[in-house]
């Protein structure tokens, strides 16, 4: 069987959101006190050490060697994610979560919300979701319902409506770290997918920098470039800034914020007094449904 290797990248985030919770309270990044029980036990033991702040400060070092400035820029779109979540809260039905990985996001939403919370995955990482939650919450809360799909071949609406999406939902959709695996083609059929969803939903995302991904401007990145576009392949699909806009009108959405790596590091970073700063290949937009 050919190995999926953009379904094992599910372990990073939850590695950095778990390390940052050895962070002092005033620099962390991430809250978020259920990621390392959602690890398996060599990368919980590992982030054990990162309880040493010597250690810790290594570890984020280390992480530079691949990607410089990745720590902050996952740290950070998982800030913003949150943020603009909390401000619609009040005026969604539901929230859909496309490639959640081993994100801990709807298990801790159901301590403040009794709305439902759909994850949408491969089948692989819904299987190893279901198993995970299951040894560390004893069973699946009855708001959170884990839907196997792929994005290059499957139908999103109809795998959502098979565990009780209703079509008239207003929903907060989340695609956190995804669209760069997957091809255009499966990007704009996710999009007409969403279509008919209901006025007023809401849409984060975030994107890799088209001149990356075609390897015109790497960013001071080469190692990253060689892993994700020459050697594996794994990232496929970019966007430039000024061109986000204009693609999601095609499909009915409305552009109201986007933020880059400098707008981020001001906005989280800096206030925390540490010296990180992101890279420049990734960005976040919020759109609202028409």
């Not at 400060?57 to 410089?68: D, N, V």
């Not at 994107?207 to 990232?235: A, P």
Request: proline share 5%.
């Amino acid at each position: 069987m050919t190995r999926n290797y953009a379904a094992r990248t599910a372990f990073g985030p939850m590695v950095l959101a778990a390390v940052e919770q050895n962070e002092p309270s005033e620099r962390r990044l991430v809250e978020d006190d259920l990621a390392e029980l959602f690890l398996p036990i060599p990368m919980r033991l590992l982030v054990a050490t990162t309880q040493w702040a010597s250690v810790r400060r290594a570890l984020i070092r280390t992480s530079e060697w691949t990607g410089r400035g990745l720590w902050a820029n996952l740290a950070c779109r998982k800030r913003f994610i949150g943020d603009k979540l909390a401000e619609a809260v009040d005026d969604i039905d539901a929230v859909v979560i496309l490639g959640a990985g081993l994100d801990t996001r709807p298990y801790r939403l159901t301590r403040q919300i009794r709305k439902p919370v759909f994850e949408v995955d491969l089948p692989v990482n819904i299987a190893r979701k279901a198993k995970t939650v299951r040894r560390v919450l004893g069973e699946l809360p009855l708001s959170v319902r884990l839907v196997a799909l792929d994005f290059e071949r499957d139908d999103l609406l109809t795998a959502l409506a098979e565990h009780g999406y209703l079509p008239d939902y207003r929903v907060f959709f989340i695609w956190e770290g995804v669209t760069q695996y997957l091809t255009e083609d499966a990007v704009r059929t996710t999009l007409e997918g969403l279509r008919p969803t209901a006025p007023g939903s809401r849409m984060v995302f975030s994107y890799i920098r088209r001149d990356f991904i075609d390897g015109t401007n790497r960013y001071g990145t080469r190692t990253l470039y060689r892993s994700v576009r020459e050697r594996r392949k794994l990232w496929h699909f970019g966007l430039l800034p000024e061109e986000v806009a204009p693609f999601l009108d095609e499909y009915g959405w409305r552009l109201l914020e986007q933020v880059g790596p400098d707008d981020l590091v001001e906005r989280y970073v800096e206030p925390t007094g540490r010296k990180l700063k992101a890279s420049q290949i990734e960005w976040s937009a919020f759109a609202e449904k028409l």
